[in-house]
């Protein structure tokens, strides 16, 4: 079955510094990758998507997110972070070709910046 | 924002007695699913459809029921309510190919006293 890590319960970042939230996956063949992000009371709302070509995507709100096949990797990335990007952000993982659609989430990012 | 609207929003139930959730999606997705949520366990996969009648079980599915009689509309049941299913509840929904993203619902916010 498809599973995600997020190593770290909070990243703190300075406003300005660029901000990188990591995810590894774990899965059988080839990946479809996703980023969201979960503001207070709110549901999650989609940043990106890793389906296939460029290994670089590029989402909502400046984010963007490398993925990396050999090291099982989709961190996401912000150069320049806001602090209205304080919010917890979900990595998820499905693995449609082999019949899989379940979608499966990580723990979650609490993100906090600060001005 | 994708057509998806569950209900209620808000319950407050007593330990024992069966609670439905719903989910309506106005998009024609063939995947739906139902999470959920809690502190320091990220979102858990309880069922999820892939089409009406299909459905099959996630992580965290004791003591859940589904159904998918439409397209539309994919409900989940708590057979008898218990306080360790006090959660925020999420209905999302997903396409196929490309469009293959899901999308969320707002979240029923559920205790069970």
């Known amino acids: 079955a498809q599973s995600v890590a997020q190593p770290e319960d909070q990243v703190n970042v300075a406003e300005g510094n660029p901000l990188t939230v990591k995810c590894t996956y774990s899965?059988?063949?080839?990946?479809?990758l996703f980023w969201y992000v979960q503001y207070p009371n709110r549901g999650l709302q989609f940043l990106l998507k890793?389906?296939?070509?460029?290994?670089l995507v590029k989402g909502s709100y400046g984010f963007e997110a490398e993925f990396n096949k050999s090291q099982t990797s989709f961190h996401l990335k912000k150069p320049s972070a806001l602090v209205s990007d304080s919010a917890l952000y979900f990595c998820?993982?499905?693995?449609?070709?082999?019949?899989?659609?379940?979608?499966?989430f990580g723990k979650g990012n609490q993100v906090v910046v600060i001005p | 924002d994708a057509g998806i609207t569950q209900s209620p929003r808000h319950k407050v139930t007593e330990t024992g007695t069966p609670v439905t959730l719903r989910c309506h999606q106005t998009?024609?997705?063939?995947?739906m699913y139902w999470y959920r949520q809690d502190p320091g366990h990220g979102l858990r996969l309880i069922h999820y459809?892939?089409?009406?009648?299909?459905?099959d079980k996630g992580e965290v599915s004791d003591g859940y029921s589904v159904s998918r009689s439409k397209t539309e509309d994919f409900l989940l049941t708590l057979e008898s309510a218990t306080s360790s299913q006090t959660s925020v509840y999420f209905c999302?929904?997903?396409?196929?190919?490309?469009?293959?993203?899901?999308?969320f619902g707002q979240g029923t916010r559920l205790t069970v006293v």
């Open positions: 999302a929904i997903s396409g196929t190919g490309v469009n293959t993203e899901a999308f």
């Open positions: 899965v059988s063949g080839n990946p479809y």
């Open positions: 890793y389906i296939t070509g460029d290994n």
């Open positions: 998820a993982v499905r693995a449609p070709f082999y019949g899989n659609n379940r979608l499966a």
């Open positions: 998009e024609n997705h063939r995947y």
């Open positions: 459809s892939y089409g009406v009648k299909d459905t």
